[in-house]
């Protein structure tokens, strides 16, 4: 009797130790953080689930917070899409994806967007991305500071000695004397320095190399900065790095400039954009602009661009579009480029990586459009790369410009950072039951699968799910699951998503997720 009771009590502490292994793995990727406080333009706000860590980023609830700054939210449950808009301003972003659109151009999360306990939480720099306010995070006394625009910032930290600080310069102002530097360290906190005749003011230009003493109106926001200050918040030293590359622009559009040389140069979401020294829009940069593009070195993002000259004439090539989209193109897809340009010239497309000088043809009916096709073809195989029109004038003026939005074919959709791959079946694909998903993870990890559907009808009027599997990648990385069960009726969408889980079940990683249809 002795003897089973020490068995079952062993037993019950080695249940318990995995367990608390299982869960501080977990914890140890994202955590609660307890006591936050958040403060919104001074005023506290309350949520019904509370702030988390993850993998050391502060993430809080975007519902609450948005409001707080007078946005509208809206949360759509089947795309698990949460949408935000405040004036002028539209942000959307999906649970688990590691991007998020503001006004339609992607920005990159430090850690995707999670939904806790009902919630959408956000990394807390996405707050001042997304609707220009100021945030920051005191890790010493766990409070969050958010300010709309137009707010008081953050005052630098007082101690004893002089505080180093590395971050974004936020805005400068130059004709107050002193001056005044704001920057938004790299842990978020956003600090105003003043700026007198004896602050060493320095740049470096990381293009060329070239180093030395700068006014503080030669400081732009974007730039890179390292501040050097004392209690009061009195700038000792500025060390300022910034990149600057010039050249011509050969086409502009979504989230990216092309230059004459071939170079292409992603765009920062609240990129600015000056000529003669006013402000423009982005749109309003033509082909055969000279540019002056100012780079973040860290992030490799535009964030300024200086218009010389304007191009002569109106703009050559006004429109261009692909289709289909919103999926990678596979054997048996025919691409159409549609192109609107001058009248009676002659004109063909490229697909970088794949095929160049594809003929296009002028419309008959609507002169100046010109219309092009391309069968996808088996070896075909390129990923987000960019499909160019190039029309020679009836004068022999070569024009170019690069449809907005790129195109992947044969290739499969991209994973969040961290989720497992699934290569097989494709995004859009045709699949018949039973069917077999295939993928890659960390060799010995843990991956569970599930299949849902949905259709037709909105809202969807079947919708059930095909199952889950957990299943082990194997020595190679490799892994696969198959589903025998059939849904009711053919032509319903089935939602396939893979993530990697622990020994007790909980997910370690965002969600991969692929739409197919059943046949």
Do not use: C, H
């Not at 948005?66 to 959307?92: D, H, I, M």
């Not at 006014?215 to 900065?225: K, M, T």
């Amino acid at each position: 009797m002795r003897t089973d009771r020490s068995r079952r009590a062993l037993a019950g502490v080695v249940l318990v130790a995995a367990l608390a292994a299982g869960f501080t793995s977990t914890a140890a990727a994202q955590t609660p953080a307890p006591d936050v406080k958040v403060f919104v333009d001074g005023a506290p706000v309350t949520f019904d689930q509370p702030p988390m860590i993850s993998n050391g980023r502060v993430l809080v609830p975007l519902r609450g917070v948005f409001e707080r700054l007078g946005a509208a939210v809206t949360w759509n449950p089947g795309a698990q899409t949460v949408v935000a808009t405040r004036g002028a301003t539209s942000v959307s972003l999906r649970i688990g994806a590691p991007q998020a659109f503001v006004n339609g151009q992607a920005q990159s999360l430090d850690v995707p967007a999670m939904l806790i306990g009902g919630r959408t939480l956000v990394p807390l720099r996405f707050v001042s991305q997304a609707l220009g306010a100021m945030a920051a995070w005191d890790a010493a006394s766990a409070t969050v500071q958010i300010t709309s625009a137009g707010g008081a910032s953050v005052a630098p930290p007082a101690t004893g000695a002089p505080q180093t600080i590395t971050g974004t310069v936020v805005q400068v102002n130059a004709s107050a004397y002193p001056g005044q530097l704001t920057v938004q360290g790299a842990n978020g906190g956003v600090f105003t320095y003043q700026v007198a005749s004896g602050t060493a003011v320095t740049r470096t230009d990381t293009a060329t190399g070239t180093s030395g003493p700068v006014a503080l109106s030669a400081i732009a926001p974007g730039d890179a900065v390292t501040v050097t200050a004392d209690p009061t918040g009195a700038a000792q030293t500025i060390q300022d790095i910034y990149s600057v590359v010039n050249g011509t622009v050969r086409s502009i559009g979504y989230n990216r400039i092309v230059l004459q040389s071939g170079q292409a140069y992603p765009l920062s979401p609240v990129v600015r954009v000056t000529r003669g020294g006013l402000s423009v829009a982005a749109a309003a940069l033509q082909p055969g602009d000279v540019v002056a593009l100012r780079i973040s070195p860290t992030t490799g993002l535009v964030y300024g661009i200086d218009a010389g000259r304007a191009a002569a004439g109106p703009a050559p090539i006004s429109a261009v579009t692909i289709s289909p989209t919103g999926r990678p193109l596979v054997p048996g897809d025919v691409m159409t480029v549609v192109a609107t340009g001058p009248l009676g010239g002659a004109a063909t497309f490229s697909i970088d990586g794949v095929r160049a000088g594809l003929p296009m043809r002028e419309s008959i009916a609507q002169p100046g459009t010109y219309i092009g096709t391309y069968a996808i073809q088996p070896g075909d195989r390129v990923t987000n790369t960019d499909v160019v029109v190039s029309i020679t004038a009836p004068n022999n003026r070569v024009l170019t410009a690069t449809a907005p939005m790129q195109v992947s074919i044969n290739s499969a959709a991209q994973a969040p950072a961290g989720a497992p791959m699934i290569n097989s079946p494709t995004p859009g694909a045709g699949i018949r039951a039973p069917f077999t998903v295939a993928g890659t993870a960390p060799p010995g990890s843990l991956v569970r699968v599930g299949a849902d559907y949905a259709g037709p009808g909105t809202p969807p009027a079947v919708r059930g799910t095909l199952g889950t599997q957990t299943v082990t990648a194997d020595a190679n990385g490799n892994w696969s699951a198959t589903f025998n069960p059939t849904p009711p009726l053919r032509g319903v969408t089935v939602t396939i998503s893979a993530v990697l889980v622990d020994s007790t079940g909980a997910a370690r990683t965002p969600s991969m997720t692929i739409n197919t249809t059943l046949q």
